[in-house]
């Protein structure tokens, strides 16, 4: 089957019910998008977890090394990393207990909804959250 983001509606949904978003490959440089749409989406009242080996800290939150380490609840997986790396995360989004598997905008690989399609993920690719959270919030 060739992946298809969900509807509308349920972009929108998700939205509305998720509180807490785990972002993979958040940086810790202001300059970076990655930290300039996690900044709004924490400034728009979500919690922020990053999650990336390379810093100890970003948006005053502690950096986990890689999702298995983060000891909360996920309601959104958020990954700012290339589309190659795409299928990795999914693998280790798959052992998550989230609501919601997203990659930013420009990333997407279809290996990667084959390792979440099985799971209660709903997978969202090449969307930028904070661009759907404008248009559906």
């Known amino acids: 089957m060739t992946f298809q983001n969900p509807s509308k509606e349920e972009i929108k949904r998700i939205l509305d019910e998720s509180k807490t ?13 990655s930290y300039q749409v996690s900044e709004a989406m924490q400034k728009a009242g979500y919690r922020i977890i990053p999650v ?26 958020n990954v700012f990393r290339r589309s190659e790396y795409l299928p ?11 609501k919601s598997f997203w990659a930013q905008q420009g990333v997407f690989h279809e290996e990667a909804y ?6 209660d993920q709903v997978v969202i690719m090449d969307t930028c959250i904070k661009v759907a959270h404008a248009i559906y919030k």
């Open 88 to 98: 990795d995360v999914a693998r280790e989004a798959a052992n998550i207990r989230a």
């Open 52 to 77: 990336n080996p390379t810093i100890s800290e970003s948006l005053g939150e502690r950096s986990y090394a890689s999702l298995k380490d983060v000891d909360e609840p996920i309601d959104i997986i």
């Open 21 to 33: 978003i785990a972002v993979v490959g958040l940086s810790d440089k202001p300059h970076r998008t």
């Open 114 to 119: 084959d390792e979440l399609k099985d799971t």
